[in-house]
Each structure stands twice: as structure tokens, then as C-alpha cells.
């Protein structure tokens, strides 16, 4: 509770500042709103019902993208964990592959895909795979041979090793990839939609740009910011329920 | 005349001729094991001594099958061994206890296919057998380093093994729960009747626990000396003749006075 109210005390700080710095007009409204104009407008936004459909069109855009990475990523990501001729194989393409920024994917998706949902769900894949795929490989490989070899002694089959030794061993790594991945793919999604797209959250915080509303511009700003929170806060939440283990140390 | 009985004729342990080298990092061949030969009868308890990094673990590993040697055989039975089996079971320094298993989970994790019933009473079973009742299902995190330890090994006696193979397991103990560990094993072995071989840096404990008692060299490690204990049980720590066998296997370990065998035997 303590360090809750602690971690509050930034966020206020920067509140009264720009309160103070709009309330003595030291800078234009027009390019910092008022707090209380942006407040309003939000609840506008909430009211009237734009900003939660724009962003759950975003979300519904990262539930296939991220579902696809994770099925592919991680899938990819074990057996390059368990198996080294497969590291070595994937290894060096996928460190080259990372090397592009994943914005400059955009153009490339949007020739191949279109300007529809798949060049968005694209995206977000290549976004979030490799961070996953990594993760996932990293954390199976770091497995403690002493383990192993527990394994090894009680004969456990392939299956059981994975399940019994391998993956819950990685499950940490796994999740740092998992937790990376999404935080990624919600920036990915919302930078795609603002250069290619009709709908979703990016495309509100470009469109209003363009139309001079800036309030809805900054209100766009915060729900993205909201939602990423939120989504970390669910995989965290998710992360402890799957290693219950982890909080008898 | 049933399987147990069969199970308990497993046959004697023979090891003979047996060498092992590592590569270095810097693609030089270390020789660890050098044409060991070594019998371990039925219900015998043999502890092995010998300085750090001379190969006894190295040694148990091929015992156990998880490594293999460059040249001569491990055999049952008379029957060679080529990889970990049911007949034996591994003790290791540290617990080795699987943290995101309870500890019902860690004990029957050598067993596939078995009812939640079944699991629940072989763990019970063993956790009875090293005073551990109660912690089934408590994670390793929540057990102290001697409980861990005997969680560690109720899950070696739960597959019920004909041989126990012991890689320096109280090793990290302090010494009153070491004294009472290995209080634990005499009992265990009383009531299993298995075959022990038991790694060990303490000359002490060797000598407490032990039939024979194996001195090693150091690397490339042979068999230097092997002694055989006869004291009565229960051993008496503080006996002169507990004490002539523990100066007798030290003398191994102080190269210039070798041959030397204290004289103030009774
Ligand atoms: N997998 C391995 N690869 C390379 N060298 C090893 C390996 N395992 C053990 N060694 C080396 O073999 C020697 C003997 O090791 P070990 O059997 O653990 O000794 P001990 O148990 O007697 O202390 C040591 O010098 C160790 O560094
Ligand atoms: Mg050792």
C-alpha cells in the first residue's frame, strides 16, 4: 500500500505541473489542452463511446496478431530450445530478420496484405514473435543440466521431460518474452493503424491530429496508455496463477 | 517366492577395467578414471573416498548411466549397463528437488500412469519412512536444507531401487543433521536391505556407515586401497577402534608416511 501511494507521488507531480503550466498560459492551448478539457472530453469520448470502440477494435486486432505469435513464437521458440541443430539452423536469419525496425515491416505487409485487417494482424505477429520465439528458446535451453539429469535418471519420457522439467523451468523466460511481445505488438498495431488504416485507436489519434482536435489526440494518448497497463497488469496476474511456486521463495 | 525376492537377487555390482577422460575447454584429453576395478556385493555398503575432483562422481554417473565410459564395463548381475534403470536410484549432493513440484510430486515423479490414490500413497508412504509426513504438499522452497534432503531421498527410495547410489548427500548438512542423516540410511538400509555405494569427502562418516571403504587416488583416479570396517553396529564414534580406521584411511591422504599404519591398535 505503501509503495502504491509511493509509485502515485510522479504522476501527480507531472499533473500539477501541467496544470500549472496551462493555467498560467505559458503555452499555447492550442498545443497543451487544459487538464479539465482533456478530462471532459474523455468522458465525452467514454459517453459517446468512440474511444472504447476504437480501442477494442485495436485489441481485437492484438488478440489475433499476439495468438498467432504465440502459437508460432513459442512453438518455434521450444524447439529451438530443446533441439541445437534447430538453433543453429533458425539462428542466424532471425538475428539478421530482427535487425529491421518493425515499422518498416508497414509498407512491405501493407503490399502484400492490403490496407484490411491482415496487414494489421501481420504486424503485430512479426512484432511480437521474435521477442516470444527468443525468450522461449533462451529460457528451454537454461534449463539447469542437474535437472536434466533428475530426469534423465527417472527415464522420464520426452513428453514428461518437457512438461515436468523443461517448461516450467522456462516459464520466467517465457513470460518476460510473453509480457515484451505484447507491450511491442500494442505499439506496433497502434503505429500501423496511424499509417494504414480506417479504424482502431491509431487511426482516431491521426485523424483527430489532422482535424486540429487535439483534446481527442491527447484522450487517444492516454486510453493506449491505459490499455498497455492494463494488458501487462493481465499477463502479470496470469504469470503468477501459472508459477504458484515462485511465491513460496 | 515373489518379485521382491527376485528383485533383491539383483546380483553384485562389477566393475572392471574402467577408464574415462573429459575434453578440456582447450582440447586436451583429462583422464579422470583409470581401470577401475571394484565389486559391490548384495546389501553391501561401500563408501568411496578420495580428494576433490579425482572422479567419484564421475565414477557414480557411469554407475548410475548418465555417463559413459571410454573403456570397460558396469555390470549387474552380470548383465553390462548402458543407461539408468529402475534398479538404481541417484542421491545427489544437492537436493535436486524439482522447485515447481510439490513435494508429493517431486517423490512419485519416477512413477507415469499412476491414480492420484496410488501417488498419494507411495509419497505418503516415504515421506512417513524420512519423517517428512505433513509437507506432501509443501513446495521445496518451504523445506529446510535437511528436509530437502530427505525429501530428496524418499524420492530414491520410492521407486524402490536395489541400489542406492549416494553422491556425497549430506554433504552441505550441518554436522547435527548430518549425525542424525546418517542415522536415517542405517535404518533405511536395515528395512530395505538395498545396496549402498556412498560417496563421501568425510572419512568420519565412511567409516560409520561402511562395509568397505574404497580409497581413491587423486586424477587420473584407481582404486588405491580399499578397507574393510569390522566394527560391530551400532558403531561407536568415539572407540579406539573407530579411531584406528579413520587414522588408517587418513595416512591415504599425506603421501610421505603411506605405508605407515598407526600403531595404537587394541
Ligand atoms: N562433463 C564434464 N566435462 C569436462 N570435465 C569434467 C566433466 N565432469 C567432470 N569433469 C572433470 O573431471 C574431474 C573429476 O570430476 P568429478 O568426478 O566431479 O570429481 P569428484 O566428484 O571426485 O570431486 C574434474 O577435474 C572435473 O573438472
Ligand atoms: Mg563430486
Redesign the interface.
Given at each position: 500500500m505503501a509503495w502504491t501511494l509511493f509509485s502515485l507521488i510522479l504522476p501527480l507531480l507531472i499533473l500539477f505541473a501541467w496544470l500549472y503550466v496551462t493555467g498560467e498560459a505559458l503555452v499555447p492551448a492550442l498545443l497543451l489542452p487544459k487538464p479539465r478539457i482533456v478530462l471532459n472530453e474523455f468522458i465525452v469520448q467514454l459517453t459517446v463511446g468512440t474511444i472504447i470502440e476504437d480501442i477494442s477494435i485495436s485489441f481485437g486486432r492484438i488478440v489475433k496478431g499476439f495468438g498467432l505469435a504465440v502459437l508460432f513464437g513459442g512453438g518455434l521458440g521450444i524447439i529451438m530450445g530443446m533441439f541445437v541443430p534447430a538453433e543453429r539452423f533458425f539462428s542466424l536469419t532471425f538475428t539478421s530478420i530482427r535487425q529491421i525496425p518493425m515499422m518498416a515491416w508497414v509498407p512491405l505487409l501493407v503490399m502484400w496484405f492490403g490496407i484490411g485487417e491482415a496487414s494489421k494482424v501481420a504486424v503485430i505477429l512479426m512484432a511480437a514473435y521474435f521477442p516470444i520465439l527468443m525468450n522461449t528458446s533462451s529460457g528451454i535451453r537454461r534449463t539447469d543440466p542437474?535437472?536434466i539429469?533428475?530426469g534423465?535418471?527417472?527415464?522420464?519420457?520426452p513428453w514428461?521431460m518437457f512438461v515436468?522439467?523443461y517448461l516450467?523451468?522456462a516459464?520466467p523466460s517465457i513470460f518476460v518474452g510473453l509480457k515484451l511481445g505484447l507491450s511491442i505488438s500494442w505499439m506496433a498495431v497502434v503505429g500501423a493503424e496511424m499509417i494504414a488504416a480506417s479504424s482502431g485507436i491509431g487511426f482516431r489519434l491521426n485523424d483527430a491530429r489532422a482535424l486540429m482536435q487535439f483534446p481527442i489526440v491527447f484522450c487517444g494518448m492516454f486510453a493506449i496508455a491505459i490499455a498497455g497497463v492494463l494488458m501487462d497488469w493481465v499477463l502479470t496476474l496470469i504469470s503468477r496463477a501459472a508459477?504458484?511456486?515462485e511465491r513460496?521463495? | 517366492m515373489g518379485k521382491e525376492k527376485v528383485k533383491r537377487m539383483a546380483g553384485e555390482l562389477l566393475i572392471e577395467h574402467l577408464s574415462k577422460s573429459f575434453m578440456t575447454a582447450d582440447k586436451q584429453a583429462l583422464s579422470v578414471l583409470e581401470d577401475i576395478n571394484l565389486s559391490v556385493e548384495n546389501g553391501e555398503f561401500v563408501a568411496i573416498v578420495g580428494h576433490s575432483g579425482c572422479g567419484k562422481s564421475t565414477l557414480l554417473k557411469i554407475i548410475a548411466g548418465l555417463e559413459d565410459a571410454d573403456a570397460g564395463t558396469v555390470s549387474i548381475g552380470g548383465r553390462i549397463l548402458t543407461g539408468p534403470g529402475p534398479d538404481r536410484g541417484m542421491i545427489f549432493q544437492e537436493h535436486r528437488l524439482l522447485p515447481w513440484l510439490t513435494i508429493e510430486q517431486n517423490v512419485t515423479l519416477g512413477f507415469e500412469g499412476n491414480t492420484r490414490k496410488e501417488n498419494f500413497e507411495i509419497s505418503d508412504r516415504y515421506l512417513k519412512l524420512v519423517k517428512l509426513e505433513g509437507f506432501a504438499k509443501a513446495y521445496p522452497a518451504e523445506l529446510s536444507g535437511g528436509m530437502s534432503q530427505r525429501a530428496a531421498i524418499a524420492r530414491a527410495l520410492a521407486t524402490d531401487p536395489q541400489m542406492l547410489l549416494l553422491d556425497e548427500p549430506f554433504g552441505a548438512l550441518d554436522a547435527l543433521t548430518k549425525i542424525e542423516m546418517q542415522k536415517e540410511i542405517i535404518k533405511i538400509r536395515r528395512e530395505n536391505r538395498s545396496t549402498m555405494l556412498m560417496v563421501t569427502h568425510d572419512i568420519e562418516e565412511a567409516v560409520y556407515l561402511a562395509d568397505r571403504v574404497v580409497v581413491m587416488t587423486s586424477r587420473p583416479g584407481k582404486v588405491k586401497d580399499i578397507v574393510k570396517i569390522e566394527l560391530a553396529e551400532p558403531r561407536n564414534r568415539g572407540s579406539a577402534d573407530f579411531a584406528w580406521y579413520k587414522q588408517r584411511i587418513l595416512v591415504h591422504f599425506f603421501d610421505d608416511d603411506e605405508e605407515k599404519i598407526p600403531e595404537f591398535t587394541i
Amino acid at each position: 500500500m505503501a509503495w502504491t501511494l509511493f509509485s502515485l507521488i510522479l504522476p501527480l507531480l507531472i499533473l500539477f505541473a501541467w496544470l500549472y503550466v496551462t493555467g498560467e498560459a505559458l503555452v499555447p492551448a492550442l498545443l497543451l489542452p487544459k487538464p479539465r478539457i482533456v478530462l471532459n472530453e474523455f468522458i465525452v469520448q467514454l459517453t459517446v463511446g468512440t474511444i472504447i470502440e476504437d480501442i477494442s477494435i485495436s485489441f481485437g486486432r492484438i488478440v489475433k496478431g499476439f495468438g498467432l505469435a504465440v502459437l508460432f513464437g513459442g512453438g518455434l521458440g521450444i524447439i529451438m530450445g530443446m533441439f541445437v541443430p534447430a538453433e543453429r539452423f533458425f539462428s542466424l536469419t532471425f538475428t539478421s530478420i530482427r535487425q529491421i525496425p518493425m515499422m518498416a515491416w508497414v509498407p512491405l505487409l501493407v503490399m502484400w496484405f492490403g490496407i484490411g485487417e491482415a496487414s494489421k494482424v501481420a504486424v503485430i505477429l512479426m512484432a511480437a514473435y521474435f521477442p516470444i520465439l527468443m525468450n522461449t528458446s533462451s529460457g528451454i535451453r537454461r534449463t539447469d543440466p542437474k535437472l536434466i539429469e533428475v530426469g534423465r535418471m527417472y527415464r522420464l519420457t520426452p513428453w514428461r521431460m518437457f512438461v515436468k522439467i523443461y517448461l516450467p523451468s522456462a516459464l520466467p523466460s517465457i513470460f518476460v518474452g510473453l509480457k515484451l511481445g505484447l507491450s511491442i505488438s500494442w505499439m506496433a498495431v497502434v503505429g500501423a493503424e496511424m499509417i494504414a488504416a480506417s479504424s482502431g485507436i491509431g487511426f482516431r489519434l491521426n485523424d483527430a491530429r489532422a482535424l486540429m482536435q487535439f483534446p481527442i489526440v491527447f484522450c487517444g494518448m492516454f486510453a493506449i496508455a491505459i490499455a498497455g497497463v492494463l494488458m501487462d497488469w493481465v499477463l502479470t496476474l496470469i504469470s503468477r496463477a501459472a508459477a504458484p511456486w515462485e511465491r513460496k521463495r | 517366492m515373489g518379485k521382491e525376492k527376485v528383485k533383491r537377487m539383483a546380483g553384485e555390482l562389477l566393475i572392471e577395467h574402467l577408464s574415462k577422460s573429459f575434453m578440456t575447454a582447450d582440447k586436451q584429453a583429462l583422464s579422470v578414471l583409470e581401470d577401475i576395478n571394484l565389486s559391490v556385493e548384495n546389501g553391501e555398503f561401500v563408501a568411496i573416498v578420495g580428494h576433490s575432483g579425482c572422479g567419484k562422481s564421475t565414477l557414480l554417473k557411469i554407475i548410475a548411466g548418465l555417463e559413459d565410459a571410454d573403456a570397460g564395463t558396469v555390470s549387474i548381475g552380470g548383465r553390462i549397463l548402458t543407461g539408468p534403470g529402475p534398479d538404481r536410484g541417484m542421491i545427489f549432493q544437492e537436493h535436486r528437488l524439482l522447485p515447481w513440484l510439490t513435494i508429493e510430486q517431486n517423490v512419485t515423479l519416477g512413477f507415469e500412469g499412476n491414480t492420484r490414490k496410488e501417488n498419494f500413497e507411495i509419497s505418503d508412504r516415504y515421506l512417513k519412512l524420512v519423517k517428512l509426513e505433513g509437507f506432501a504438499k509443501a513446495y521445496p522452497a518451504e523445506l529446510s536444507g535437511g528436509m530437502s534432503q530427505r525429501a530428496a531421498i524418499a524420492r530414491a527410495l520410492a521407486t524402490d531401487p536395489q541400489m542406492l547410489l549416494l553422491d556425497e548427500p549430506f554433504g552441505a548438512l550441518d554436522a547435527l543433521t548430518k549425525i542424525e542423516m546418517q542415522k536415517e540410511i542405517i535404518k533405511i538400509r536395515r528395512e530395505n536391505r538395498s545396496t549402498m555405494l556412498m560417496v563421501t569427502h568425510d572419512i568420519e562418516e565412511a567409516v560409520y556407515l561402511a562395509d568397505r571403504v574404497v580409497v581413491m587416488t587423486s586424477r587420473p583416479g584407481k582404486v588405491k586401497d580399499i578397507v574393510k570396517i569390522e566394527l560391530a553396529e551400532p558403531r561407536n564414534r568415539g572407540s579406539a577402534d573407530f579411531a584406528w580406521y579413520k587414522q588408517r584411511i587418513l595416512v591415504h591422504f599425506f603421501d610421505d608416511d603411506e605405508e605407515k599404519i598407526p600403531e595404537f591398535t587394541i
